[in-house]
T-cell receptor, first 111, second 114 residues
């Protein structure tokens, strides 16, 4: 049973549109939630972290967390071709420190 | 400051040989993690070091895998008698503190076992 689930995509959106990426997790005790961006052949880089229910905004990115529904999402406004990458959802495991990653959603922003 | 560094960036080896992968975490980060990313798979946790505490080795896939961390800084992941299924990108991450703190990833070592 997968602990962190993401739609693999690809999700294709036109330039300037809003991209919506979703993630569900199984461990109700999870406290920390992260979105990483991974370009092909590169290592993951942190986009957003969120720890409390609600929305957290940082520039064009908004993370949303709903612990009751065990759901995390990432919205990218005014999507740019440079946003084309795989987005990884990560949730801290029951160990408290290791992260459980989803397989990632591939996003393609078309000019 | 400098980020997490890993070496080598690429390693090609023959089945049955031993390999050592190195990770140099961000200065001041007490927590260090190793993950593995196989083609088409998500990141898989391997091992965790925190300060001078005993490491959490619960993610190591077999006893051919081992890791150490010297002086609370540099870590080496060793894979003995490599198999083709060990081919993957091995990623190291570090964080200032464990638990909720953000993990920063190094560039990874791409291991290919022929």
């Amino acid at each position: 049973q997968k602990e962190v689930e993401q739609n693999s995509g690809p999700l294709s959106v036109p330039e300037g549109a809003i991209a919506s990426l979703n993630c569900t997790y199984s461990d109700r005790g999870s406290q920390s939630f992260f979105w990483y961006r991974q370009y092909s052949g590169k290592s993951p880089e942190l986009i957003m972290s969120i720890y409390s229910n609600g929305d957290k905004e940082d520039g064009r990115f908004t993370a949303q967390l709903n612990k009751a529904s065990q759901y995390v999402s990432l919205l990218i406004r005014d999507s740019q071709p440079s946003d084309s990458a795989t987005y990884l959802c990560a949730v801290n495991s029951n160990s408290g420190y290791a992260l459980n990653f989803g397989k990632g959603t591939s996003l393609l922003v078309t000019p | 400051g400098a980020g997490v560094s890993q070496s080598p960036s690429n390693k090609v080896t023959e089945k049955g040989k031993d390999v050592e992968l190195r990770c140099d975490p961000i200065s001041g980060h007490t927590a260090l993690y190793w993950y593995r990313q196989s083609l088409g798979q998500g990141l898989e946790f391997l091992i965790y070091f925190q300060g001078n505490s005993a490491p959490d080795k619960s993610g190591l896939p077999s006893d051919r895998f081992s890791a150490e961390r010297t002086g609370g800084s540099v870590s080496t992941l060793t894979i003995q008698r490599t198999q083709q299924e060990d081919s993957a990108v091995y990623l190291c991450a570090s964080s200032f503190a464990p638990s909720t703190d953000t993990q920063y990833f190094g560039p990874g070592t791409r291991l290919t076992v022929l």
